[in-house]
């Protein structure tokens, strides 16, 4: 439903939500009733992200045109996308109140030096010489719009204003 009232209100977009991280420590059982159940763990167990941390995207087709090879699910991959979208006056949509989107908590131990690994290796490194550094990061505070109960309504906050300044 966010998708369709998104693509009904807007020609250019790139919409985002900031993501649900949930310990599951078992398979999930897609039974009857596995939504509710998941949702109600959610609930429970489970907290919102922080604004750098968005995992899914949906955009208008041709926004993210000459993008650099970048290093998926690594640091800055987000960024450039939020800025891309930003640099090409698309509507920029936060639908965090509309959209849940569960993240599976993980350990790193399949990354060299773990954790600290994702914000200091080569894949990382490279990452922000792609995306041009610090002045390109974006994250989700940068949005134009904000999802709320099927209407796009104008981001109005300190934030945007800041970063018009900067």
């Not at 979208?85 to 060299?112: E, G, L």
């Not at 773990?114 to 490279?126: F, L, N, P, S, V």
């Not at 981001?155 to 900067?166: I, Q, V």
């Amino acid at each position: 439903r966010a998708a369709d009232t998104v693509i009904k209100q807007s020609d250019w977009f790139f919409m985002t939500a900031r993501r649900w991280n949930l310990d599951v420590s078992s398979h999930l059982d897609f039974a009857n009733g596995w939504e509710e159940s998941l949702l109600g763990d959610l609930s429970n167990r489970g907290h919102l992200g922080n604004d750098t941390q968005i995992d899914f995207w949906l955009y208008s087709k041709g926004l993210l045109h000459d993008m650099p090879p970048l290093a998926v699910g690594r640091m800055a991959f987000e960024s450039w996308c939020l800025y891309k979208a930003r640099s090409v006056k698309a509507d920029v949509i936060d639908s965090t109140k509309v959209v849940v989107s569960i993240h599976q908590n993980h350990d790193f131990s399949h990354y060299p030096d773990g954790h600290a690994g994702i914000g200091t290796g080569i894949e990382a490194q490279r990452n922000r010489e792609l995306v041009g550094g610090k002045p390109y990061f974006f994250f989700i505070k940068d949005r134009t719009h904000v999802l709320d109960k099927n209407k796009l309504k104008r981001a109005r906050d300190g934030w945007r204003l800041w970063r018009g300044l900067r």
